[in-house]
C-alpha cells in the first residue's frame, strides 16, 4: 500500500540533482537525506514519448 505524505515543511538538503525523467528535490527526513522526484510535464510531448511521465512511478514498482 502506498501511504500519502505531506512533503511541503521538510528541510532542504542543499543537494540538487539532474537527469532528464524530471525535476528532483533534495530534502531531509529522520535526519537522513533523501530525494523527491517529480514527474516531467506531458503538456508538450506526443504519445512516443509520454512514459517519461510515469518513470517516478516506474521505479517504485521496480
Same mark, same amino acid.
Given at each position: 500500500?502506498?501511504?500519502? /505524505?505531506?512533503?511541503?515543511?521538510?528541510?532542504?538538503?542543499?543537494?540538487?540533482?539532474?537527469?532528464?525523467?524530471?525535476?528532483?528535490?533534495? =530534502?531531509?527526513?529522520?535526519? /537522513?537525506?533523501?530525494?523527491?522526484?517529480?514527474?516531467?510535464?506531458?503538456?508538450?510531448?506526443? =504519445?512516443?514519448?509520454?512514459?517519461?511521465?510515469?518513470?517516478?512511478?516506474? /521505479?517504485?514498482?521496480?
Amino acid at each position: 500500500m502506498i501511504k500519502i /505524505e505531506n512533503f511541503d515543511l521538510l528541510k532542504p538538503s542543499g543537494i540538487s540533482y539532474g537527469g532528464h525523467g524530471g525535476s528532483k528535490k533534495g =530534502v531531509i527526513i529522520d535526519n /537522513e537525506r533523501w530525494f523527491l522526484k517529480y514527474p516531467k510535464s506531458t503538456k508538450s510531448m506526443d =504519445v512516443q514519448n509520454l512514459s517519461y511521465s510515469t518513470t517516478p512511478l516506474s /521505479e517504485y514498482l521496480g
